[in-house]
């Protein structure tokens, strides 16, 4: 066991804390969807069988951020990447982590046909509304009206239509036995109680299971801590909801 | 090149030209000869004359699956009349059936040898249409030796065989089309 | 569950799509990812016809781009995995093959090539040389095959896992249109049966232990932050590569010792210029053929003392001179006249290159 000093902060056991601190910018939603995650393994006792793979873009930063085996793909290809390792190795719990530049516009169609698959794996996704790591171009999920390096004057939905409803989609694609759901970094516990229930859909070998996280993104919003936080837990939801889209039926016994 | 045989086949979509390929091909296989055969296929072949590429060995592998000149050239339609123009050299033998209409013009001129046989007709009013490409297989054989009548039937006894099994007749009647289609070769080369 | 595909050894008279999807089931392949495009269809067809026999998987995925992704996946796991494609699909697949090379993925892919660029014929082509050997954003860290025939279709798909994971690097067996579509005869057998060994799989991810308590996890990127780091990379990929290329590099000769024309050519128009030599000699006249098995790497060595010997060479390709960039790459230096035959697409024959040599002369 790792010997941990006492003026270490709280972090999932699963972390690991040779690479922290982790590459985040301050105040970053990513750390705190990560955190739920760790959280969430941590508590079903999986880490030993977990493969992690992270997109390009900001959640490319998690390649080395926890205890597991874990891969760093294309933009918009871990999903099939984790597929690829599902299919061949089932024992293992297969998660994909990206924001959503990855899952809904160069990688959705990877998405979808996995979704509609109903493959076993985890696809978690985290929603900044904008493009993090190439300097904050509109995304998919850039709000109407909402400024970024190419929507300057504010995204034009007559132009570039409306923002994706990730899980809405999948949800509509996805059999009964999938589990879809959005969260919030703003509510943690929430947050951690839908990835315990992605991960035990998997383990419990049902079907596709997919959350997004709505995510802050202060570097690129340019916005301080309070107008950051005010943009997640109040703006944010008004356009994505935030709650389970699908639950999967209890397995009787 | 002695020893090599080089064949095209070229009919209609649904003349079965492929499956003739395909069963003479492995009757000479069979045989302990070395034979090759490529299909067109693909947007190539929807909608286009569909031609089946053979060759066959004695003894030696083949080089190039495609050739530009057959020894025997055997065209269904006027259409394969036209496309196989191209394959045509003095020293081809070119087959078509004599019931296509208009054919006359498009025939190769520069053949060693052009002639008709009546397939199309024989398996209409003789035998059964559904056997008019065991009637072309047998013109084949005749035409060019590449298998003995003997391997021939034992190759579409290896195709066909749980079709004969229901029904003998079936047996009967393509042994009868690949000896009617040997015949009307009878005495032409 | 049946035994073996493949019991001892067994002439066959098949396609060449067909022979891969044996071959890769007698190498004892796990499982294949795939994605339909002509002309390579037939070989995910008679995989998954053959393949459940063996408890072995297949999954069709929503594009070539996915196809290669999962077989990434599949690979990475542990597992001997493969893909097929061709053309177009062979474009997406340069994406996940550019990742293959960077974190030495032994990712074995089958291309039948067919006619480019764009959409253009399903029939046959030698047109993905350039994009096989060197596509994507990379250096080249590939192993490429180009077989002539369906023996070789079969020896080098078995040997291309082999290849792959003993030096873990990506490999590829380059057909075409006409190698996937025609019949010919092969004999094909079981590898253990010849005394080749299959090189053992690992997996790179889902180890076992406890990462992070009884062993480090595998934390496995293709991403770096600064040019002196990915220099370091790329150079240690480029001379690990070039420390194995001359283990790995594969050529045939053929009459070229006392050859006034040394016909170069690979893949199936070897074929033809195997056939226009021997007539060539026939008729009195001193011609040769050079053929490269693996076009990565190019056997430098070997065609440069070909060269040196030979009057005139020929370089003979259905491409617009794809195979001659190669061939000019290696022979820098050497001033051994050159002429070419180029027919982008186009099947080639043996009476063009007699024709041709016979000009040279």
Known sequence: MTVTSVMEPKMPKCWRQETKPHKFCPGCGHGDVLKALGTAIDELGIQDRVVFGC??????????????????????????????????????????????????????????????????????????????????????????????????????????????????????????????????????????????????????????????????????????????????????????????????????? | MGNLVKIALAGEGGQGVQSVAEILVEAANEEGKEALYIPNFGVEQRGGVSIAFCQVSDDKKIGSPKFEKGDIVIALSDRAIRRCAQYVDENTVFIYDTSIEGAEGDLPKNAKKVFGIPAIEVAKNELHPRVFNIIIMGATIRATQVVTPEQAKQALEDKLGYKFEQNPKLRELNYRALERGMQLVEGQM | MADKPIQGEKRMFVTGNEAVAYAALAANVDIMYGYPITPQNEIMHYFTRLAPKFDKPFLQTEDEISAGFTTVGGVMSGKRSFTATAGPGNTLMQESMSMAEMMRIPTVVVIMQRGGPSTATVIYSQQEVTMTCYGANGEGIRVVYSTCNHQELYDYTIKSFNTAWKYRIPTFVLGDGYQAKMRESLTMYDPEARGIKMVDTYPLVGLPGSPGVDRDPAHLRNTYNTEEELYEVVSNLVKDYEAVAPEIVESESFDCDDAEVVVLAHGVVSRAAVEAVRELRKAGIKAGHFRPITLRPFPDKELKAVANQAKKLLVVESAQGQFAKLVHHSLYGDSTPMEYIFKPGLGITSDEIINKVKAML
Not at chain 1, 157 to 178: C, F, K, Q, R
Not at chain 1, 193 to 204: C, F, G, R, Y
């Open chain 1, 55 to 253: 997109d390009i873009g900001c959640s490319l930063l998690s390649w080395d951020f926890f205890n597991f085996d874990s891969i760093q793909t294309h933009h918009g290809r871990t999903t099939p990447v984790i597929t690829g390792v599902k299919r061949a190795r089932p024992e293992l719990i297969c998660i994909a982590y990206m924001g959503d530049g990855g899952g809904y516009a160069i990688g959705s169609q990877h998405l979808v046909n996995a979704a509609s698959r109903n493959e076993r794996i985890f696809v978690l996704l985290a929603n900044n509304a904008q493009y993090g790591m190439t300097g904050g171009q509109m995304a998919p999920t850039t709000l109407p009206g909402m400024k970024t390096e190419t929507s300057p004057y504010g995204r034009d939905v007559e132009w570039t239509g409306n923002p994706t409803l990730g899980p809405e989609m999948v949800a509509a694609i996805t059999p009964d036995s999938a589990y879809v759901a959005r969260g919030t970094m703003s509510n943690l516990r929430q947050l951690t109680q839908m990835m315990k229930k992605a991960l035990q859909n998997q383990i419990d070998g049902n079907g596709f299971s997919f959350v997004e996280a709505l995510a802050s993104c202060p570097t690129n919003w340019r916005t301080n801590a309070a107008k950051t936080w005010e943009f997640v837990e109040k703006e944010m939801p008004q356009y994505f909801k935030v709650g389970e889209l699908k639950v999967p039926a209890k397995k009787e016994g």
